[in-house]
């Protein structure tokens, strides 16, 4: 498929929206029942079309995550499922919808998270997977991995909990490994994996091994989640009728970079031990530090997932999210 192809080349075809309209003929069958989607949001083109955040001019009044609501905090309590949670669930959920992020400490055991590190050595060495052209993540392994697949990317509890904090069940939509740190700037999640309405994306970051500050450790902006989100509209994407701006992604950067000096955010540091878990919000600022010490290891998984019966697009690059 030709996103896979993509996952290593950079060229000038990358650009190419007639490129990504291709690929989204070739999974018809998975975008067909976007035309639902498209009449209620009054999008008036093909769902095999390119598509970002300036086709969608309506959007049902008040349909937001519940915890980006004004009186999340006062109505959290009311949520269905509430009552299931156990005490320090509930001081999480509180501290997502102020913070925009939670630990949950100890989640993985030590064996699995030693299997799923096995597993991707002998992945990457045999060639069932491969980095992607930054070189620093492998996509989608659990399409190959059935312990990274169901026992990281589809936890039940987890899944539950994630569930609960979008108010709506979640559909798991990507996974990112990674071996060393990002060094990647500070973004959000939304730029890249976009809903209508906003807000119905959640992410997890599992650590495979204890974290060390050589090792380019993730950071993030407490509180950031709840600054407006940022669409291609917002800065000098670049994009043409037929064109992906060819330095979209780093002038989005930038316009982030002002934005944390202008609200004076401050950077916070996250130095997990193994098998510890950190929940983020679809619109939290986050990164990757510099590695320190070239060589050191940053074992870790990220997960995406999108809620459900919401309209998932990748803003970035113009496309329709292809979900599996």
């Not at 190959?144 to 909990?161: G, H, I, M, T, V």
Request: net charge positive.
């Amino acid at each position: 498929m030709l996103q896979r192809i993509f996952q290593k080349y950079t060229g000038f075809l990358r650009s190419l929206k007639a490129v990504y309209v291709l690929n989204n003929l070739l999974h018809a069958k998975k975008l067909r029942p976007n035309k639902a989607l498209y009449r209620q949001f009054g999008v008036k083109k093909s769902v095999f079309s390119p598509i970002g955040s300036k086709d969608f001019k309506q959007t049902p009044a008040g349909d937001i995550p519940w915890i980006d609501q004004e009186k999340a905090l006062l109505n959290m309590s009311e949520q269905p499922g509430w009552d299931q949670l156990s005490p320090a669930r509930q001081q999480q959920v509180q501290q997502f919808i102020e913070q925009g992020y939670v630990v949950l400490e100890n989640f993985f055991d030590a064996e699995d998270t030693l299997a799923l590190n096995e597993t991707v050595d002998q992945m990457l060495k045999s060639g069932r997977a491969d980095f992607n052209y930054t070189g620093r993540k492998i996509f989608n392994l659990f399409e190959k991995s059935p312990l990274a697949d169901q026992r990281f990317f589809r936890q039940p509890e987890l899944l539950n909990f994630l569930s609960f904090l979008l108010g709506k069940p979640v559909i798991p939509f990507q996974t990112l490994n990674f071996t060393e740190g990002s060094e990647q700037r500070a973004h959000s999640d939304s730029i890249h994996m976009t809903t209508e309405p906003k807000g119905y994306l959640i992410a997890t970051w599992i650590a495979l091994e204890d974290i060390s500050n050589d090792a380019g450790p993730l950071f993030y902006y407490p509180g950031s989640h709840r600054l407006p989100f940022v669409s291609t509209e917002h800065y000098d994407a670049g994009n043409t009728k037929w064109t992906i701006g060819a330095h979209s992604n780093r002038q989005y950067e930038d316009a982030i970079e002002q934005r944390i000096q202008a609200h004076g955010l401050q950077k916070q540091v996250f130095l997990p031990k193994r098998g510890d878990v950190l929940i983020w919000h679809a619109n939290l600022l986050h990164g990757g530090s510099k590695i320190l010490k070239p060589g050191t290891t940053r074992k870790s998984m990220v997960c995406h997932y999108y809620a459900k019966g919401v309209f998932a697009y990748h803003e970035m690059s113009q496309r329709p999210a292809i979900l599996k």
